[in-house]
């Protein structure tokens, strides 16, 4: 190769010998996977099943006044009956040669190491996918759509029935806020007692920011936690918005329930598991694969959906 030097940059130094490298490396940054913070995730189910299932009882019966000598005496009993839900297999991979192996020794860059956490990613993404919506077609239920879920729809006129309502005023919100926790309690007979409420950040931007009153620097959220006698969390959560949603909601969404892993769970019988590289040719590939079996919901009394009109 032949250099010619009246045409190189004037002077002693070379540009890349100007180059100052930063010794921190920026990774792109995604949207929080918030499945594990918001539902208690299982792993108690064995990765060989293929189904599992949980029995429900049901105490029926009286116990009542009867005459003298009376023969015809009330019956309590027991009623059970049982869900099977379904388990399906995901599975990913991530694949290097023999080039990029040496490239990667010679350069000092651990290059299996990032393309596994770029597969361990993946999964996180598809489990947060299946958790909160569940997989089309598989028979596997997210916690934000659960067909068995209710649902009611928040009533007004145009102008105030959602918080971004034109009309909408501090006590329209708070009523919102009210309306499906005092739904759960009346429609469960006060057996469900919702902690945890569930919000679109739009909607959760609008009432920590917004005065309860134009004499009070209290917000709504700030007044609505101190005087609900159960709520004791609110969040905001992306996937609740139609437009984060995949196309799964059409409205924006408000979940009300109780955190409890006794209501409900995310079962995962086998988290993301990688296997030996198997080589090909003159590449190598590692497979890595997951067991996952949606929500289940144990008391679907203790959850609720609150809908825009």
Same mark, same amino acid.
């Given at each position: 190769m032949t250099v010619r030097m009246d045409n190189a940059t004037p002077g002693v130094f070379l540009?890349?010998?100007? $180059?100052?490298?930063?010794?921190?490396?920026?990774?792109?940054?995604?949207? /929080?996977?918030?499945?594990?913070?918001?539902?208690?995730? *299982? &792993?108690?189910?064995?990765?060989?099943?293929?189904?599992?299932?949980? $029995?429900?009882? !049901?105490?029926?019966?009286?116990?009542?006044?009867? *005459? !003298?000598?009376?023969?015809?005496?009330?019956?309590?009993?027991?009623?059970?009956?049982?869900?099977? &839900?379904?388990?399906?297999?995901?599975?990913?991979?991530?694949?290097?040669?023999? /080039?990029?192996?040496?490239?990667?020794?010679?350069?000092?860059? *651990?290059?299996?190491?990032?393309?596994?956490?770029?597969?361990?990613?993946?999964?996180?993404?598809?489990? &947060?996918?299946?958790?909160?919506?569940?997989?089309?077609?598989?028979?596997?239920?997210?916690?934000?759509n659960h067909p068995v879920v209710d649902k009611i729809v928040v009533s007004g006129s145009s102008n105030d029935s959602w918080f971004d309502g034109s009309g909408i005023t501090p006590d329209g919100m708070l009523a919102i806020l009210n309306e499906g926790i005092t739904y759960q309690v009346n429609s469960s007979r006060m057996v469900e007692r919702p902690d945890t409420m569930l919000l679109p950040y739009s909607v959760y931007r609008k009432i920590s920011t917004t005065p309860r009153s134009t004499t009070s620097d209290t917000t709504v959220l700030e007044y609505f936690l101190r005087t609900n006698p159960y709520i004791t969390q609110v969040e905001p959560i992306n996937e609740l918005d139609p437009d984060n949603s995949g196309g799964v909601l059409t409205k924006p969404r408000m979940v009300i329930y109780k955190r409890d892993p006794g209501k409900l769970q995310f079962h995962v019988p086998m988290p993301l598991k990688f296997h030996p590289p198997q080589p090909r040719n003159l590449a190598w590939s590692v497979p890595a694969e997951a067991k996952m079996a949606g929500v289940a919901l144990y008391y679907p009394k203790s959850i609720t959906y609150v809908d825009k009109a």
């Amino acid at each position: 190769m032949t250099v010619r030097m009246d045409n190189a940059t004037p002077g002693v130094f070379l540009q890349r010998e100007l $180059e100052h490298i930063l010794p921190k490396v920026y990774e792109k940054i995604y949207a /929080e996977i918030p499945y594990s913070r918001i539902i208690p995730v *299982s &792993n108690e189910v064995p990765e060989g099943a293929e189904t599992y299932k949980y $029995e429900i009882y !049901d105490a029926v019966g009286e116990f009542d006044l009867i *005459s !003298d000598f009376g023969d015809d005496l009330p019956t309590s009993d027991v009623r059970r009956g049982e869900i099977v &839900n379904t388990i399906r297999n995901f599975a990913g991979s991530f694949r290097y040669t023999t /080039e990029e192996i040496r490239k990667a020794q010679f350069a000092k860059v *651990s290059l299996e190491q990032r393309r596994a956490d770029a597969v361990r990613e993946s999964y996180e993404r598809r489990a &947060n996918k299946v958790a909160l919506f569940g997989y089309p077609g598989t028979g596997l239920r997210g916690f934000f759509n659960h067909p068995v879920v209710d649902k009611i729809v928040v009533s007004g006129s145009s102008n105030d029935s959602w918080f971004d309502g034109s009309g909408i005023t501090p006590d329209g919100m708070l009523a919102i806020l009210n309306e499906g926790i005092t739904y759960q309690v009346n429609s469960s007979r006060m057996v469900e007692r919702p902690d945890t409420m569930l919000l679109p950040y739009s909607v959760y931007r609008k009432i920590s920011t917004t005065p309860r009153s134009t004499t009070s620097d209290t917000t709504v959220l700030e007044y609505f936690l101190r005087t609900n006698p159960y709520i004791t969390q609110v969040e905001p959560i992306n996937e609740l918005d139609p437009d984060n949603s995949g196309g799964v909601l059409t409205k924006p969404r408000m979940v009300i329930y109780k955190r409890d892993p006794g209501k409900l769970q995310f079962h995962v019988p086998m988290p993301l598991k990688f296997h030996p590289p198997q080589p090909r040719n003159l590449a190598w590939s590692v497979p890595a694969e997951a067991k996952m079996a949606g929500v289940a919901l144990y008391y679907p009394k203790s959850i609720t959906y609150v809908d825009k009109a």
